[in-house]
């Protein structure tokens, strides 16, 4: 009798401390996750730090040597340059090489205070820190330099294309403009996002690459121009071309398998298809010209990406001869 008793005495016990211990954990946890909310927008806090850097590591305490997370991918897509061939690629290949894309909402601001960035890099770091497996983003926006919120840089990649035709993609996208409507109303009256100088409506490429400074947004400024590419050189393996798309393609494989083995294979299947016979739509010798001498340092910075995308193609082949 007094047996059973004691029994049922211990077995209340346990059942009321581990009820009451699941109580006290949950509270923690709910709290901890308050905090890390109301800490976000507190960058100066070290408060913020010290409660991050348990999950995540500082990058005083990586070492010089990771700047760059090999298994982080961000594609910070340049608009109307085709980058949705890119992201369906990452979409199908995901299952194949064992990594997680992940769509980033946030609408199509490109250009983000300070703040926003702050936010979008906690973003990012919550996902990974939930997800066991490397992950690859995509989404619209300048460069962010993640060093400046003591965060270890993503594997950056991006898409290019020739900035006469993705004015003209842009154009023919918005309302079908003919060819002498597309001179005037642009290059003279400056609508139709051709004002390049004041406001930008039409969105350049380098900023994409040179990041929020003000000075990477204004056309042709040469610091922007250099910031652009020295990032380029630190902190995207690659950056391709939509014009050679194939050798795109085969630099990705080769620079980023971890992500892109597989590619080529996996386009024809099934993305070529897709995207074929996009046509582009006419457009006058002169206004072709005018755009390329207004473009200055855009076409600049297109020729150097690819120009620098087949020296990596001959160096992969002249690897391959050398075996
Ligand atoms: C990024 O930010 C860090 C820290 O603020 C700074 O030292 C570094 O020069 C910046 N890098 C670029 C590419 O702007
Ligand atoms: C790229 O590869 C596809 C598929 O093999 C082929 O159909 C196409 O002609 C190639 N394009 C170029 C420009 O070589």
């Not at 990452?90 to 980033?104: A, I």
């Not at 840089?153 to 403009?177: E, M, Q």
Request: aromatic fraction near 12%; hydrophobic fraction near 35%; proline fraction near 3%.
């Amino acid at each position: 009798m007094t047996r059973l008793k004691t029994q049922w005495m211990w077995l209340t016990v346990f059942v009321t401390v581990s009820f009451s211990g699941t109580i006290l954990f949950r509270g923690n946890h709910i709290r901890e996750i308050k905090l890390t909310k109301a800490f976000r927008r507190t960058t100066e806090s070290s408060l913020s730090w010290a409660s991050m850097k348990h999950v995540t590591k500082s990058l005083a305490e990586l070492g010089k040597m990771d700047e760059v997370n090999r298994h982080f991918l961000f594609l910070n897509h340049v608009p109307k340059c085709g980058s949705e061939i890119l992201i369906l690629l990452l979409q199908k290949l995901q299952g194949l090489n064992n990594y997680k894309h992940v769509r980033l909402t946030g609408g199509n601001q490109r250009f983000l205070t300070r703040t926003l960035q702050e936010d979008l890099v906690f973003e990012m770091y919550d996902v990974i820190r939930k997800e066991a497996v490397p992950l690859s983003f995509d989404r619209h926006v300048y460069f962010i330099n993640f060093t400046s919120f003591d965060k270890q840089l993503p594997t950056y990649i991006n898409l290019i294309r020739d900035p006469v035709d993705k004015i003209l993609s842009r154009a023919s996208y918005k309302d079908k403009l003919g060819k002498k409507d597309f001179y005037s109303k642009c290059l003279v009256r400056k609508k139709n996002n051709c004002n390049f100088k004041d406001g930008q409506p039409y969105d350049l490429t380098i900023p994409y690459f040179c990041g929020h400074d003000p000075r990477c947004m204004l056309l042709n400024n040469e610091w922007a121009l250099q910031n652009a590419k020295s990032n380029v050189e630190r902190y995207y393996p690659v950056v391709g071309v939509l014009e050679e798309l194939n050798t795109t393609l085969e630099i990705l494989e080769d620079k980023i398998p971890y992500f892109f083995k597989g590619a080529q294979e996996v386009y024809k299947e099934s993305v070529l298809q897709i995207f074929k016979n996009k046509k582009k739509p006419p457009i006058l010798k002169v206004v072709q010209d005018k755009l390329r001498e207004t473009l200055v340092t855009e076409y600049e910075f297109y020729e150097w990406i690819k120009s620098r995308l087949f020296s990596q193609l001959q160096i992969l082949y002249g690897e391959h001869n050398s075996h």
